[in-house]
């Protein structure tokens, strides 16, 4: 069990492209997934693994999700997910029992997808409102080269468990696929993809690209119409994800998106720095990156193996 003096366990509420205001809870310690997907925002998997522990003590995590709660206007999702895999967490099943018995705002998982196979892992999940996992791929192959899996899981463990998921589970599911340029938006992919979301069978599917700094450079975005192609394809239940930027208008976003602005201007930072220097969670430490990449005021900048941010002064400056 890990005890961390400083470690936060709840973020935001950020702006989420599908939750509206989102408050994030963080299961585990940066960055603990069972996957290592090249697309990943928040860099390269340091610690890939199957092994599902109490990373943190239930309790440490309930008795801040009531403080946080205590402090902010009603979010519309809690949502459990950030620096890596939250059904890693041995005991999420309890803490979504707990958090249930203290509000009734809606509960979402935003989980991988990898392990529900394993039947302890789907049952603890049973009583969230939401469960939005991924499927990236269509066969081993895919699978493999995108999210670049444990050893531990195959493309058969992991979609069988999703099949069974959709048995067991009376809340919704939205499927999320997120699609690499010129690897899995090929018709081919596309075709092996459908075959298992038809199986799947979710209430919503949700189609990404790469719109975020990914783990890997090769990394290529899909273009809008390509994706809104292939959302056809999928069905009337499928949709590429809209943009968020409308949500960030909220007041309580825009001081902290300043300040962040404020601090690129001063000198380039990575996430980290961003996030240490203005006590941000690193996910929600992206959500301003992201938004002042998308409106052309900061730019990325590669030092070595590491991302930076700064401010772009060739561009108009907008006002934020
Ligand atoms: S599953 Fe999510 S957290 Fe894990 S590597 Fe993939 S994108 Fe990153």
Redesign the pocket.
């Known amino acids: 069990m890990i005890r961390e003096k400083k470690k936060k366990f709840t973020f935001g509420p950020v702006p989420s492209r599908r939750l509206g205001r989102s408050l994030g809870i963080d299961l585990v310690p940066f ?1 603990t ?5 090249i ?4 860099g390269r ?1 340091t610690n890939k693994t199957t092994d599902r522990e109490e990373y943190y003590p239930v309790k440490d995590i309930i008795h801040a999700v009531k403080e946080k709660l205590r402090g902010i206007s009603r979010p519309d999702y809690i949502t459990l997910s950030g ?3 939250p059904t890693l967490h041995s005991r999420i099943g309890e803490i979504i029992r707990e958090i249930k018995d203290i509000t009734d705002i809606p509960l979402a998982v935003l989980t ?1 997808g ?1 392990l529900f196979w394993i039947d302890e892992v789907r049952n603890a999940v049973l009583d969230s409102d939401l469960i939005i996992p ?1 499927l990236d791929a269509g066969d081993e192959d895919a699978f493999v080269y995108v ?1 670049r899996p444990h050893g531990d899981i195959s493309f058969k463990k992991m979609v069988d468990g999703l099949c069974s998921l959709r048995e067991d589970y009376k809340g919704s599911i939205w499927l999320e696929v997120f699609l690499a340029g010129g690897i899995t938006d090929k018709e081919t992919e596309i075709l092996k993809i459908k075959s298992w979301t038809d199986r799947i069978n979710p209430e919503r599917i949700q189609l990404n690209t790469a719109v975020r700094p990914p ?1 890997e450079d090769f990394v290529r975005t899909v273009s809008k119409e390509r994706m809104e192609e292939i959302a056809e394809f999928f069905g009337p239940h499928c949709e590429v994800i809209a943009d968020y930027s409308k949500v960030h208008d909220l007041g309580e976003f825009h001081s902290t998106r300043n300040d962040v602005f404020e601090l690129l201007k001063r000198r380039p930072c990575s996430i980290d720095d961003i996030s240490d220097g203005l006590d941000l969670h690193r996910n929600e430490t992206i959500k301003y990156v992201q938004e002042l990449l998308d409106q052309n005021l900061i730019r990325m900048k590669r030092r070595g193996d590491k991302t930076l941010y700064i401010e772009d002064e060739n561009k108009t400056k907008n006002e934020i």
């Open positions: 960055k997934c069972t996957y290592d997907c697309y990943c925002q928040l998997t620096s890596g895999e991988n990898s991924s999210n783990a």
